[in-house]
């Protein structure tokens, strides 16, 4: 309740606009102010059958029959068409040997039972990039941005928590990949890397995944904000999950929403369950408590598609799928 004083002008009363006689005293009127309205948190279900949209297998069959796909990233190009990138290898699985280029695909819309598949993205760059890890598209002003991981060259990177490396690369077409002049944009503990980049207000903010630090190594989701998607802020940890792991396996795969006001955080716990994903709520897109659970998904590494806001798509994909699947998704 707030208490408002109302202007006395001689004997009148200015109130809503109507001058009122009253004495000579000052009046004081109660008003009651209408309560915050009550936060509606929604949740994601998926809503369709499943399609398998990408199979490696049926493509490279005269090299390997054991492909599979990982975190990946979908966008809409200038031609019109919607693309995807990712991870892509074959068994026996080893991300440190194995996971050394992004494959490309792309398709005329974005419930087309089959893609395309086109020549990779980008490869490994010898003696500089290790891996090609997890890459995320961001587009603004018609230029697309490709967030990606590149690891750590020391021998032994795989078996503490390195510093993984975060980079990007720039193109006008979808197809030809130039690598940002300054790479690694930084470098973070517990093998940083599943970048995801979104704009809010004015402000970029860069979502990855890694330890708490080099020797506390729990899961988390950090994030680092820019105003040019250049220069980026110190590391804020806004996620944190009790699991204790060198690459930080149960907070992989950082994805955000914004919808009706609120943020939804979608991480992967690869690690207690490797197709379990959560969401999380938040009115803040800098802290996403794990008390704020909305629900569980099975899926492993999923991108959340938005076409309009009455048709959304998520995806699915890991090491033990044959490449990427694609379902209708709701919020309720």
Known sequence: MKKVILKITGALMIAGGALVPIGCKQHVKEVVEPAEAAIKVQTPIISGEWEHIFNPNDTRSEIDTTWYTNDHAFAKGPDGKWHAYGIIGHKPINPWTGENKLFHISADSI???????????????????????????????GKNYMFYNIGNLQEKAPYYASWGQLCLAESDDMFNW???????????????????????NGMYYFYYTRTFNEVDIRSCVAVRTSPDLKHWSGPKIVHTQPYLADWAGDAESPFIVKKDGLYYLFVCRALTDYNETHVYWSKDPLNFPIENLVTSLPLHAPEVIK??????????????????????????
């Open 178 to 200: 130039k690598r940002h002049e300054l790479n690694p944009l930084f470098s973070d503990p517990g093998h940083a890397r599943d970048s995801f980049v979104f704009k809010d």
């Open 307 to 332: 076409v309009s806001e009455d048709e959304w798509y998520i995806s699915n994909t890991g090491w033990d799928k044959e490449g990427l699947y694609l379902a209708k998704l709701e919020w309720k």
């Open 111 to 141: 419930s087309q039972l089959k893609w395309e598949d086109h020549d990779y993205a980008l490869k490994v760059k010898p003696g500089v990039e290790r891996v090609l890890w997890a890459p995320h598209i961001f587009q603004e002003n």
